[in-house]
């Protein structure tokens, strides 16, 4: 069965300065995707950025950037110039896509609580 | 397109209750997840459709729970003899696959949270 774990309940960063969430997961599957999703609070998660096994390049949307290390299982979530906006929590989930299922259900992390102060 | 919606998005019920919720994906999706969240917890997944089939269904969806989504549009999620331990939000994710194709991104609605008393 596949695991995420995310190893930082809370994290703490100042506008316009960099931070970087952990996430490493474990699977034998080759072919599977993995993504951020934030949840700020009292409001609905949403997709951040998303990242294909197969491609070795690393994901970027804007000010978010993903460092994928394949063999070590690791997917970790840059956040670039931090904005009072990017409080929320932070999880990343892990997705196998099962032949003739093309995605199926979301496996989460526990979740990264992000604040962000001025 | 209004996202997807849940109704409601609060219920508080005594133990021993049936209650039932409702989701409204967005209306092209065709596919169709139910989680759940415990305070300070990622989200589980519970079971979830491709039009009004259902595909899959996680250990965690008890005898008690049954989902429904009869003609491949709105959801419901039905708790029978609710416990202490059914206390959770619920949310609901679509997403839309294309023949042939990957469903990458769900949408998530607010969810609705339950409190068994």
């Known amino acids: 069965a596949q695991t995420v774990t995310q190893s930082q309940p809370e994290m703490s960063v100042q506008e316009a300065e960099t931070v970087t969430l952990s996430c490493t997961y474990d699977?034998?599957?080759?072919?599977?995707?993995l993504f951020w999703y934030k949840q700020p609070p009292s409001r609905q998660m949403i997709l951040v950025i998303r990242?294909?096994?197969?491609?070795?390049q690393n994901a970027t949307e804007n000010r978010f950037s993903v460092n994928f290390q394949k063999a070590a299982k690791s997917f970790s979530l840059k956040i670039s110039d931090s904005q009072l906006g990017d409080t929320a929590m932070y999880f990343c989930?892990?997705?196998?896509?099962?032949?003739?299922?093309?995605?199926?259900?979301?496996?989460f992390g526990k979740g990264t609580t992000l604040s962000v102060s001025s | 397109d209004t996202g997807v919606s849940q109704d409601p998005r609060h219920k508080i019920t005594k133990r021993g209750q049936n209650v039932t919720f409702r989701c409204d994906p967005i209306?092209?999706?065709?596919?169709l997840y139910w989680y759940r969240q415990t305070l300070g917890q990622g989200p589980e997944f519970l079971t979830y459709?491709?039009?009004?089939?259902?595909?899959?269904k996680s250990r965690l969806l008890s005898d008690r729970f049954s989902a429904e989504r009869p003609k491949g549009s709105f959801s419901t999620l039905e708790i029978q003899r609710t416990e202490q331990g059914d206390s959770a939000m619920y949310l609901c994710?679509?997403?839309?696959?294309?023949?042939?194709?990957?469903?990458?991104?769900?949408?998530f609605g607010p969810g609705t949270r339950l409190t068994v008393t």
């Open positions: 994710a679509s997403s839309l696959r294309l023949a042939g194709g990957i469903s990458y991104e769900q949408y």
């Open positions: 699977t034998s599957e080759s072919n599977y995707y």
């Open positions: 990242q294909e096994a197969y491609k070795q």
């Open positions: 989930a892990f997705m196998k896509p099962v032949h003739n299922q093309a995605g199926t259900a979301l496996i």
């Open positions: 209306s092209e999706h065709n596919r």
């Open positions: 459709f491709q039009n009004e089939a259902q595909l899959e």
